[in-house]
Nanobody, 112 residues
Framework: VRLVESGGGFVQPGGSLRLSCVTS????????MAWARQVPEKGLEWLVGIWMDGTTSYVDSVKGRFTASRDNARSTLYLQMDNLQPADSAVYFC???????WGQGTQVTVSS
């Protein structure tokens, strides 16, 4: 099982980034997925769950700003992040349902 995130970087407040998570080694189309983030000295924050049919459920802190999607044909998960703020700075991870498998994370830094 492999999950590889990409798309992180440095952005100014109000900017946007699109994260990707390319997966392999399991039946992606039959697996619910999630995005989470972690800030040093803070715990892990689950951001969004995305079910096999694309149904999503967001945490309030990102609702209306972040959009998760999936391409089952490409076994890839996406996270479109708009109107980013400094509080969104974190390492972002994709994970399989329940946190059984994780990617290595991609750093997002929001600063002026």
């Amino acid at each position: 099982v492999r999950l590889v995130e990409s798309g992180g970087g440095f952005v100014q407040p109000g900017g946007s980034l699109r994260l990707s998570c390319v997966t392999s080694g399991f039946n992606f189309s039959a697996t619910s997925m999630a995005w989470a983030r972690q800030v040093p000295e803070k715990g892990l924050e689950w951001l969004v769950g995305i079910w096999m049919d694309g149904t999503t459920s967001y945490v309030d802190s990102v609702k209306g700003r972040f959009t998760a999607s999936r391409d089952n044909a490409r076994s890839t998960l996406y996270l479109q992040m708009d109107n980013l703020q400094p509080a969104d700075s974190a390492v972002y991870f994709c994970a399989t349902e329940g946190g059984g498998h994780w990617g290595q994370g991609t750093q997002v830094t929001v600063s002026s």
